[in-house]
């Protein structure tokens, strides 16, 4: 059974980084065929993904986000993060990580989620 757990702060001043990891378990984020994505959900909204990385390392991201936006791993650990700049109220979400499998075509599995609020 494949696992997803993010961590990271909860509160996260305007202007500043805000950055999460994701640690997966049950499985590894370098298995072919799956890719490990970031997606967020404002309050009220629905869902928006914000980008991923693949096995491979090959990353992508929302082209609405991706000047903003950095995905990486680190295989050692079985974790993959999310780097967020210049943040501004409207980031605040809950932010969710989660498997895409080229198999399911669908997201498979998913962490719990976290809440992220941008606040002076």
């Known amino acids: 059974q494949v696992q997803l757990q993010e961590s990271g702060p909860g509160l996260v001043k305007p202007s500043q980084m805000l950055s999460l990891t994701c640690t997966v378990s049950g499985g590894s984020i370098t298995t072919i065929h799956y890719a490990w994505s970031w997606i967020r959900q404002p309050p009220g909204k629905g869902l928006e993904w914000m980008g991923a990385?693949?096995?491979?390392?090959?990353?992508y991201y929302s082209p609405s986000l991706k000047s903003r936006t950095s995905i990486s791993r680190d295989t050692s650990k079985n974790q993959f993060s999310l780097q967020l700049s210049s943040v501004t109220p409207e980031d605040t979400a809950v932010y969710y990580c989660a498997r895409w499998g080229d198999d399911t075509i669908a997201y498979d599995y998913w962490g719990q989620g976290t809440q992220v609020t941008v606040s002076s």
């Open positions: 990385i693949a096995y491979d390392g090959s990353t």
